[in-house]
């Protein structure tokens, strides 16, 4: 399937408008497959998906260990593909210093079996860290050296909490920027402070989260389903009711919940990619051609006074 393709801001990068998340790839429970995980990889491939979100924290660095042999497994689908990573934060904590991101930088390579990283991210620094990250014995120097020796090509900031991620974003230091918990049909929190910045600086958005943690692929009436939403998760009536009404506007169009979620991000301008995860394959499969769905004009016009900031962020 050739799926509609953006440029990731100045990186020049043309990256797929839906990529496959991979921090809870193979785990549909409480057991990492790493069989399912790997076949999920392919899934999202064989549906021509394009870019692969990863880090170090995600499974323990299984994640990334299991999209390296996805890769290498399947060289017939590897063409193409653009991996992006992370560095400083893993299960054991966080280090944002010179050395650490070194080190995480070089964990990354191993795992994943390659000599470059096409899109590395400073992973979830608080926005206290900034000058720690940003000066001459931080995180960021070490990955501009890295970055003159080619090692890296373009060096972005990721941070879960957007209070985080703004003030990162505003330096203009980045060429790009994964934004997770800001932007959905359920939340504009990015639209405040995040969204105009990366415009401002000519950086790339990747948007996480786009689907709430599911509520936004199953609907109001899914997350009643045990083990579809999360159990961290816990939405309000009224956050549920609007779903409810979004989807009506979705049936009156024939418009996928799922389509209407993952393509509205992408219609920003500074927003070139999302990031859905997916445990299993189906769920690849399905975000994948969620994005290549046909979506006419009207629905977005008769959808947009439906789209609010609510809270829905489980802290």
Known sequence: MDL???????????????????????????????????????????????????????????SERLVGRALRERPDLASGVVVETKCCRHLEGSDYSYDAA????EGSLDRLGVK???????????KDALEQVMGAGGALRALRKLQAEGVVAHIGIASNYPDDNAPFVETGEFEMAVVPDAFSLLNQVAVERILPAAERFGMGAVVATPLEKGLLAVGAQGINRPGVVPSTRHFAPEVVARVADIEEVCARHGVSLLAAALQFVTRHPAVATTIPGARRPEEARANARAAGERIPPEFWQDVQPLIATWDVVAR
Request: proline share 7%; aromatic share 6%; glycine share 10%.
């Open 4 to 62: 509609p393709r953006k440029v990731l801001g100045r990186t020049g990068v043309e990256v797929t408008t839906v990529g496959l998340g991979c921090a809870w790839l193979g785990k549909p429970d409480d057991v990492v497959d790493e069989d399912l995980g790997v076949q999920t990889v392919w899934a999202a491939l064989e549906e021509g998906v394009r870019l692969i979100d990863t880090a170090p924290l995600y499974l323990g660095t299984t």
């Open 102 to 105: 070194m080190r995480s930088v």
């Open 116 to 126: 470059r990283l096409e899109l590395l991210y400073i992973h979830d620094p608080p």
